[in-house]
């Protein structure tokens, strides 16, 4: 049973540009939530979708943007990177009733 | 917001147990977590507690929570080199679908 998968790894980015990250979920799992981890932090809460629509959101700007499919998967776009965004994306995925989150290895995102 | 706050450093000497703390500020929260996070790595659920138990018990692991002072412990019997890693204490069930995470307890687990 795969768990939750993300890509890519690691990702080097310029200031300005525009990054999209992926995440795949636990089998049987149909809600996805992104996190941001900052060096030497806890998780921070960017949002997280369910049924394809944005189900709650946390204190990121609307530069933070997500998308999830049909079949569960997820996207978190980030546009004009600053280098404050340098951090671990992190993907928890979890069946729509329960808040256990299962996460994901991470996306390494470093802006220059 | 909620504020979830544990120590920042713990060493213990393997085969001991180890005690890592955790307090929180939501009173409404349902659920209470463990995650465990390795170098690099992302974070492994260890344990989670119902807001209504006080105990939990799952191999080497045991988690007491102490509702009215809002204090949560994860007890590791017998530690071992391999529990090296930052465990992250974190509070859900408030708001559904968002957990609110502590900045992580870095244990140290010297042979």
């Known amino acids: 049973d795969a768990g939750v998968t993300q890509s890519p790894t690691h990702l080097i980015k310029t200031r300005g540009q525009q990054v999209t990250l992926r995440c795949s979920p636990k089998s049987g799992h149909d809600t996805v939530s992104w996190y941001q981890q900052a060096l030497g932090q806890g998780p921070q809460f960017i949002f997280q979708?369910?049924?394809?629509?944005?189900?709650q959101r946390g204190n990121f700007p609307d530069r933070f943007s997500g998308h999830q499919f049909p079949n569960y998967s997820s996207e978190l776009n980030v546009n004009a990177l600053l280098l404050g965004d340098s951090a671990l994306y992190l993907c928890a995925s979890s069946p729509g009733d329960t808040d256990t989150q299962y996460f994901g290895p991470g996306t390494r995102l470093t802006v220059l | 917001g909620e504020d979830v706050e544990q120590s920042l450093f713990l060493s213990v000497r393997e085969g001991d147990s180890s005690v890592i703390n955790c307090t929180y500020t939501d009173s409404s929260s349902t659920y209470l977590y463990w995650y465990k996070q390795e170098p690099g790595a992302g974070l492994q659920l260890l344990t989670y507690i119902f807001s209504n138990m006080d105990m939990k018990q799952d191999q080497r692991l045991t988690v007491l929570l102490n509702k009215k002072d809002k204090h949560l412990s994860l007890r590791i019997a017998d530690t071992q080199t391999g529990d090296s890693a930052i465990y992250f204490c974190?509070?859900?069930?408030?708001?559904?679908?968002?957990?609110?995470f502590g900045r992580g307890t870095q244990l140290t687990v010297w042979p």
């Open positions: 979708y369910y049924e394809e629509e944005e189900r």
């Open positions: 974190a509070e859900g069930g408030s708001t559904l679908g968002r957990l609110y």
